[in-house]
């Protein structure tokens, strides 16, 4: 789940600037500089995406061109890349109950070698959803 959006900055008079998604409604923040703006508008994206696409089952927007977007004066676009797994496990770890089948003989060689099935499962899932993404 990786993207890159335009974001449109504004550069204010502090020398801050202000930033939007114009292809994301309520998709903005700030920052202080460059450099912690582009930090705030990944962050943004991400959650926007994860939050509010991703997890309610909403279709991601395409991104616009930078030939779509008209700027005023003193606006630029700087595309901003996020990932939303890599979001998701930092921010979304509330723990969710499976119940699960497996083998009896399985189950009684687990036990015996003391094994918390939860952490397995979790390691082998992150393995496996993280080699379907190619990383």
């Not at 003989?105 to 959803?129: H, I, M, P, T, Y």
């Amino acid at each position: 789940m990786r993207y890159a959006f335009p974001a449109v900055f504004t550069p204010e008079d502090n020398g801050q600037f202000s930033i939007y998604f114009p292809d994301l409604e309520g998709c903005y923040t700030c920052g202080d500089s460059m450099q912690d703006g582009i930090l705030m508008a990944q962050d943004i994206l991400a959650y926007t995406l994860y939050d509010e696409y991703e997890k309610k089952g909403i279709p991601v927007p395409v991104p616009s061109t930078i030939a779509d977007i008209r700027l005023s004066g003193g606006e630029f676009i700087n595309f901003i890349a996020c990932d939303t797994i890599v979001y998701a496990m930092r921010h979304s770890n509330r723990a969710v109950k499976k119940t699960l089948t497996i083998p009896e003989w399985l189950d009684f060689a687990a036990s015996e070698r003391g094994l918390n099935f939860s952490q397995v499962l979790q390691e082998a899932l992150k393995k496996k959803v993280l080699a379907d993404d190619g990383r």
